[in-house]
């Protein structure tokens, strides 16, 4: 017999549990439920597929309003967030859902259904899927995505092997990766983790100037802070700076649980750009050492265009190969609202 447990809050055992699911990434988490539900103030509920007695299936699903994210750093954010979310609720899924080894295609055909459940009972569902580690995402629920017509685009990413050596790492790198980090090195450029509260403000400016730069939003410094307080610093997420002649000049976070390493806030300051320093390859190679150091397996390049069509995103699928990743895509999955 299958069973569908829904909570509101994370069972005792849930992060023990997904920690080495197949896939498992810090965004299934009840951390991370906590910050999302701390800094965008979204409502998480917790889903397993209970079969003969023990779960086969796990999922985080997020309630938010899309317009939500533009009303963080206004006055009374919280009640508009909920005034927000309720006039136009979504259901959001990061690299969900994870399935035991164990689970069979009647568990995963569960979970299937679950989904469409959130769908018709709160509103439209948007899911990406689990990519780390071989047969990823599953074949079988793949087959229930294809069957039920959710498939609403791909997106795509770089995975590095972390289980080798650092030598076979760096003898994987492309000439020009080995080679800019070798001048960055030249140049006096120097990386360090963040390991103060205090240096959040600077890291966001940077990170805030480099965006408006190339024309993407920018987000509040509330984001950091929350990450700080909601996240473990040094174990869920780590902070990287790279400085010349006593200046920042680029940034990198790193979120890491389970097998995988993932990077988020990637940027460089306008002098590093306007000088060539190359100090986002320095911090990149860092990097890569810090989460193979952690015990990941994969560090996850954080997204490229799988169909290039820019300059801008053929600029950065070209900047993300070089580092000998594996290209990896797969669905996004969408499922349209249902009538109550």
């Known amino acids: ?36 539900t701390s800094y965008l103030r979204d409502d998480p509920r917790f889903v397993r597929v209970i079969a003969e007695g023990r779960p086969r299936a796990w999922l985080v699903a997020v309630r938010r309003s ?16 909920a005034i927000a979310r309720r006039l136009s609720p979504t259901i959001a899924i990061v690299r969900g859902p994870l399935f035991s080894p164990q689970a069979h295609a009647a568990d995963i055909a569960a979970m299937a259904d679950v989904l469409s459940e ?33 498939c609403h685009g791909r997106e795509a990413t770089f995975l590095v092997d972390l289980d080798r050596s650092e030598d076979a790492i760096w003898r994987d790198l492309k000439p020009s990766a080995r080679k800019d980090v070798k001048r960055a090195e030249r140049y006096g450029v120097t990386v360090r983790r963040v390991t103060d509260r205090s240096e959040l403000e600077s890291f966001w400016r940077l990170l805030c100037g480099a965006r408006q730069r190339i024309g993407l939003q920018t987000y509040s410094i509330a984001n950091l802070n929350e990450m700080w307080d909601c996240l473990t ?21 790193i979120w890491t649980f389970g097998h995988a390493a993932i990077e988020f806030s990637s940027a460089q300051s306008d002098r590093a750009v306007r000088e060539r320093l190359y100090a ?21 390049l954080a997204g490229v ?16 190969e070089k580092w000998g990743g594996t290209l990896v895509e797969a669905p996004l999955v969408r499922i349209a609202a249902r009538p109550k």
Do not use: N
Request: proline content about 10%; aromatic content about 12%; hydrophobic content about 45%.
């Open 118 to 150: 959130l769908a018709a009972t709160f509103g439209p569902v948007d899911c990406t899927l689990p990519l780390h580690g071989p047969g990823l995402p599953h074949p079988i629920f793949l087959e229930q995505v294809e069957r039920r017509g959710w």
């Open 66 to 81: 899309p317009f939500h994210p533009r009303l963080l750093d206004l006055p009374f954010a919280a009640a508009l967030g």
């Open 280 to 300: 986002s390859d320095l911090v990149k190679w860092f990097a890569l050492r810090r989460a193979r150091s952690a015990g990941a397996s994969y560090f996850d």
């Open 305 to 320: 265009a799988p169909r290039p069509r820019t300059p801008k995103e053929v600029g950065i699928r070209q900047f993300k």
């Open 1 to 36: 017999m299958t069973d569908i447990e829904f909570a509101t809050s994370s069972p005792p055992s849930w992060d023990q549990d997904v920690r080495e699911l197949p896939g498992a990434t810090l965004f299934q988490t009840s951390a991370w439920a906590h910050f999302a």
């Open 233 to 253: 610093p040094g174990a869920d997420f780590e902070l990287i700076v790279a400085e010349h002649a006593g200046e920042l000049v680029a940034t990198l976070g």
